[in-house]
């Protein structure tokens, strides 16, 4: 350390620099909240030996259950087609994977996301998304066009994103110019072959890579590549280069949950050839992001829902009879009653939906074969007194990863902030989807793990790279947000699995809309199904 780093610090926090993190927060006064999202509830449903009886009823035409994306636009396409006969459950967390938190420092507020942080310019095929986003106006003009006109202040700034290697900071993600000729070489080769899929179409005239995934060709030859995992087909093109693989591994646990070896090859190629969205006012490949990450998108879905018809409250039980759905709902005081409804769009994660629906089975689905694994998660929101210190001529980014770490980074709630001085304050956000043991064992670290070996968790990357004394005398309140079933992993084999296919073509009373439903999870997969389900009741 150098002399200098000492001037201003008190020796009470010097003498802290050496606890362990959790100690070290309480010596210095830093609030420090846990969020389990849905964890309890969910146990309590899992463990329920007799569900209770109902204290009353009510009836609706469309009964929403799940406040997630996936609901929100079964609601937004609902009533902007005047059907606002509907009931939207929110569950144990309106928004979802969606929602946001909000620090208050003095009169001003400091918004981050809990979970979904941005949004790729939507692909040709996403007109449902690129609906939302003008209904919502965030496309200013054109939106179903080759390059629709955005609002210029949800396009991420510049500087986007960088990468810390080898204990400096270099544009993007791969520090391509920092390595020796053979490795930069094969990022190059990589690069073109993505840059062929993404215009590629296979042999049914289809893209070969689409979002929607259902979108997608149905080529034999390319779905062939969902056999092995994304390890296994790198190995066998000859992508040897170490840092080519670390990009890669930390790409699919950003993107999945889960590392190379942990998933489909074919959803490796996705992940990079389907994000083909332009723009009139962006570069390629920019994103959309907002000091709330997707929390924006969610309420703005969210206020076309008829005042008083969005419920607190969760599903016991969605039973399909004769002539409805049954759902049995437990309200926020813990009263619990029937809801009657003629249809009804089951938007619950499906891990969930194999709970309170008993008779899934029926619809084609078996939990036991055909529940995708879900990868846990870790996302923490530091509240920080102004920004820590950059090495001398460095700018901080949106989006900040280290290259090699397990981390997956922070994003800067800040960063889309058009004022001429900073802010006085930010929130970091740093993520991490716990992929190194199976999801089960990341589960079991998330509920039994004590509070400081998390926040060592979501502190590692920020404390690689920041002077430690500097970013802990910053920091002014800590959020943990721990996700067990953050998101479905796409496993080799994911895109037959019949279970799946079976739940998206249900059209009955009781309809199914989830990001799971793709097999993994993004706003626009999640979107769609809720936009099929709700289109389905609108066919009548
Ligand atoms: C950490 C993290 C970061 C992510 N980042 C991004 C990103 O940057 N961009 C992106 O596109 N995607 C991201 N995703 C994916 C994200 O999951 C999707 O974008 C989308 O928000 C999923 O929406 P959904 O409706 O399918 O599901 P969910 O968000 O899972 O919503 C499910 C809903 O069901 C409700 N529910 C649960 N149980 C019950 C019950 N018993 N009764 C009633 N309701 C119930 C819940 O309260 C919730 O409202 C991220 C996911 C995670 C975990």
New binding site residues.
Partial sequence: MRRRDFIGLSAATLALSACEPLARLRGLGIPLSVLR??MA??HR?RDAIKLPEPGGELSTGVAI?????????AAWRLAREGYTDFIL???????????ATRFSVGAENYAA????????LPSRESTHVREILADLGVIRANPQSERPEYDESALVHSPEERVWYQGAWHEDLLPTRALPEAEAAQHRRFEALIASLRTARGADGRKLFAIPIVESSRDPVWRALDRLSFAAWLRREGYTAPSLLTYLDYASRD?Y?AGLAGISAWAGLHYFAARDGRAANAEPGAVL?WPD??QTL?RGLGKYIPAGQRYA????RIEEGRNGVRVL?RDKDGKVYTLNARRAIC???LH?AA??VPNLAGYGFDARRHLPES?P???GNILLRGFPKEQAGVNLAWDNVVHGSRGLGWVVSTHQDLRAARPAHTVFTT?R?LADATPRAGRDLLQRAPDTELLALALEDMEQVYHPLDLWRRMQAVEL?L?G???AIPRPGYLDNPGLAALRSTDGRLLF?????SGY???????W??DIAAQRILKG
């Fill in positions: 999202p849905g509830d969910g449903l259950l799940g406040g997630g994306i996936a609901g929100l636009t459950l929110d569950g144990p967390e309106p928004d979802g994977n969606a929602a996301p809990r979970g979904a942080h941005y949004l790729p993107d949950g992001t990450g997707l969610a409250g969760y599903a016991l709902c938007a619950l994660p969930v709970r309170v990868a998660w870790l996302v993520y989807a947000i996700r079933h953050g998101m809309a989830h990001g799971d439903l999870s993004v706003f626009e997969e999640a979107a199904w809720g």
